[in-house]
């Protein structure tokens, strides 16, 4: 009497098939992948901003002082954002160690990946904007929240002359 053993287990060629169905599943769902990532980032950024002019906007009610939002750095709006109250009247954000305390009171971080913001009010680029005491704007400004894949919808922020702050979709 001859006992057979009996092996459990994937052949070869069962091992092959499966790795080429899930490479296949892989390569189909990649691409998508990336546009989930890359709307992902323009609606973070864009939450992140009107987020930010919001809190902007409540600080000048609440303290009855000016409150300036501007660029953090030179005049591109994507290197990030400076929300700041200007305490001494003299027009520029002092930071340490120049004064014991800043008067800069929230900072957006720099925009990711190719994603961009631009800043303007009746066409023309704006390079800051202020939030009055009364919770008003210096200006009616239109933030727009883009990315590079062209005709995609991105994020356009409008800020009122009353202070309101609204988002909604646009075609970049």
Same mark, same amino acid.
């Given at each position: 009497?001859?006992?057979?053993?009996?092996?459990?287990?994937?052949?070869?060629?069962?091992?092959?098939?499966?790795? @080429?169905?899930?490479?296949?599943?892989?390569?189909?769902?990649?691409?998508?992948?990336?546009?989930?990532? @890359?709307? *992902?980032?323009?609606? *973070?950024?864009?939450?992140?901003?009107?987020?930010?002019?919001?809190? @902007?906007?409540?600080?000048?009610?609440?303290?009855?002082?000016?409150?300036?939002?501007?660029?953090?750095?030179?005049?591109?709006?994507?290197?990030?954002?400076?929300?700041?109250?200007?305490?001494?009247?003299?027009?520029?954000?002092?930071?340490?160690? @120049?004064?014991?305390?800043?008067?800069?009171?929230?900072?957006?971080?720099?925009?990711?990946? *190719?994603?961009?913001?631009?800043?303007?009010?009746?066409?023309?680029?704006?390079?800051?904007?202020?939030?009055?005491?009364?919770?008003?704007?210096?200006?009616?400004?239109?933030?727009?929240?883009?990315?590079?894949?062209?005709?995609? *919808?991105?994020?356009?922020?409008?800020?009122?002359?009353?202070?309101?702050?609204?988002?909604?979709?646009?075609?970049?």
């Amino acid at each position: 009497m001859s006992i057979r053993k009996k092996y459990s287990g994937f052949t070869l060629i069962e091992l092959m098939i499966t790795l @080429a169905l899930v490479g296949i599943i892989v390569g189909l769902a990649a691409p998508s992948f990336a546009t989930l990532i @890359a709307n *992902s980032r323009l609606a *973070s950024t864009s939450n992140d901003v009107v987020g930010a002019l919001n809190y @902007a906007r409540s600080e000048a009610v609440k303290t009855g002082r000016n409150v300036i939002v501007n660029p953090a750095a030179g005049s591109n709006w994507a290197n990030g954002i400076s929300i700041w109250i200007d305490r001494n009247g003299d027009g520029s954000m002092d930071v340490p160690p @120049a004064t014991p305390d800043s008067e800069e009171i929230r900072r957006i971080p720099e925009a990711p990946g *190719s994603v961009t913001v631009t800043a303007s009010s009746s066409g023309a680029a704006v390079s800051n904007f202020v939030f009055t005491g009364a919770g008003n704007s210096s200006g009616a400004v239109t933030i727009q929240v883009c990315d590079d894949r062209s005709g995609e *919808s991105g994020r356009e922020i409008t800020i009122t002359l009353g202070g309101r702050v609204r988002g909604e979709d646009f075609t970049c």
